[in-house]
């Protein structure tokens, strides 16, 4: 499936439902849009100019520092120049010493310096010397993005742009969240993803599983501050309000504690007619509770439920649960399908890799017994990895087909920002798409107001999924 980006006709959504409170949202940016978004096409021709003055002010600079120094040596030596001669000597000695400095000085700020260009804390080898200065950006999708093939080809209605909008007004939402510190929970990739699908789709009734502390409760009810929520979760969010903070909603049926029951096992039709819900297209489900997604899938269906979230999405060879991610890993997908052979080229870039990324995987992590690569080492994990169980290629592979069969829409949220901007260490940029904010827009990004947050909240990037599913 192609990108959100790549769908032009999608700039004007249609459907009833699926707007996206537009004209408020055009009114809120049009004022800012000028600067915010101006470091492309005419700007980046001013930023050009700029950079010519800079360099030429730069030079006269340097030509001044040279002169000074020249003169400082030339008296250090007591060869203060009398004769013109000597003096032009001394100053191209004195010069040439002085560029050499600068040189060194320079390099030296390039290769040690880990806010100029991305250095991993993860290790503290320079990946510039491995990928190239300029290899970030290419980083993204190098081994390889798999993606779910829907039934008709069809794709969301957002496009990047819509994103890079909605960016800048979830900025200031999620810095009033009430959990700051949310370790185990969502991150502010995470969390944008899910409040933009949710304000883009306008569900008339919201359901999550797994709710921890209730941030991503907050997260749904910013995005649609007065529809109800149902939360499903073993214990209630209230209980942690006795260690610090938590969030717990007034508009929102809690199974949880004594009350909890699995999504599995709820009588849907029953508590449907309870919220006076006919159409259930009009309802979003949002997973974030570590169960198999196959599983969960064919449950939401059975159900009639149309609109799926998964928090997290897991790459093959990582994670506790099997994922969309893993179950479209297949060879007749680009980027999907692996081979455990050790002398690959694969296994070669994969080793590399595991260097710099924490949740990368090398060849000898991705391959279990019998050169089983699918699901993590072949194996089908469920409910936070209390339970796994060994499949066979053949059923990996069927499982994909059926998922196939019955999705309308597969969508993975890019990352927010690259890694050189977010400082992130975790996520693997080779096996994601790219990133809302490339590498390399620091201005974008510092005018998003994304460079005031702390580094960590960038960490918990897993390919967050939007899934439309039909019989
Ligand atoms: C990763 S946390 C959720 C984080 C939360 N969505 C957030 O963003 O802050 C996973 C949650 O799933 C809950 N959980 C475990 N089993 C579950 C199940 N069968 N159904 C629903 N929730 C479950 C856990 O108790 C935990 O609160």
């Not at 001013?46 to 006269?60: F, R």
Request: neutral net charge; hydrophobic residues 35%; contains cysteine.
């Amino acid at each position: 499936m192609s990108s959100a980006s790549s769908s032009p006709q999608s700039t004007t959504p249609t459907h009833r439902h699926h707007h996206f409170g537009t004209n408020m949202l055009e009114r809120a940016l049009s004022s800012r849009r000028g600067t915010l978004f101006a470091d492309d096409d005419e700007s980046s021709a001013s930023a050009a100019n700029a950079d010519e003055s800079k360099t030429k002010k730069n030079n006269n600079i340097l030509f001044r520092a040279t002169n000074r120094a020249s003169n400082y040596i030339s008296r250090l030596l007591g060869t203060t120049a009398s004769a013109s001669s000597s003096s032009s000597t001394s100053y191209w000695l004195c010069a040439a010493v002085f560029l050499l400095l600068v040189v060194f000085a320079a390099s030296s700020l390039l290769f040690n310096s880990r806010g100029f260009v991305c250095i991993s804390s993860y290790n503290p080898v320079s990946r510039a010397g491995f990928f190239g200065l300029d290899g970030l950006a290419s980083d993204f999708g190098t081994l390889g993005v798999p993606w779910c093939r829907s039934k008709l080809g069809k794709t969301v209605e957002w496009t990047s742009k819509d994103l890079l909008r909605a960016l800048e007004e979830f900025v200031p939402i999620y810095e009033t969240r009430p959990i700051k510190n949310n370790m185990y929970g969502m991150g502010f990739d995470h969390s944008f993803g899910l409040w933009f699908m949710t304000r883009w789709l306008q569900p008339e009734l919201m359901i999550e599983s797994g709710a921890f502390k209730g941030h991503s409760t907050w997260v749904l009810r910013q995005a649609m501050p007065d529809r109800p929520i149902i939360s499903l979760s073993p214990r209630h969010p209230e209980k942690y309000l006795k260690k610090g903070p938590a969030y717990v909603d007034g508009n929102c049926t809690y199974y949880a504690g004594k009350d909890f029951v699995d999504f599995g096992s709820v009588d849907w039709p029953k508590v449907m007619k309870k919220h006076g819900i006919t159409d259930l297209s009009r309802v979003l489900i949002f997973f974030d509770d570590h169960q198999n997604e196959l599983k969960r899938v064919e449950q939401a269906l059975k159900a009639g439920f149309r609109h799926l979230v998964f928090e997290d999405n897991y790459d093959t060879g990582t994670g506790d649960h099997y994922s969309l991610r893993q179950i479209c890993d297949q060879a007749y997908i680009s980027g999907g399908g692996h081979s455990c052979f050790k002398d690959s080229d694969e296994a070669r870039v994969r080793s590399r890799r595991k260097k710099f990324w924490e949740k990368a995987v090398d060849i000898e992590e991705l391959c279990g017994p019998d050169e089983a690569w699918w699901g993590v080492r072949g194996y089908m994990r469920d409910n936070f990895n209390h339970s796994n169980k060994p499949i066979s290629y053949e059923q990996h592979f069927q499982n994909s087909r059926y998922i196939e069969s019955i999705l309308d829409v597969y969508w993975e949220l890019p990352p927010v920002a690259g890694p050189s901007l977010t400082h992130q260490t975790r996520y693997d940029p080779a096996r994601v798409s790219s990133p809302i904010v490339e590498d390399g827009r620091y201005g974008l990004f510092q005018r998003l107001g994304l460079s005031k947050f702390d580094n960590s909240v960038f960490n918990g990037y897993t390919q967050m999924v939007y899934l439309q599913i039909s019989k």
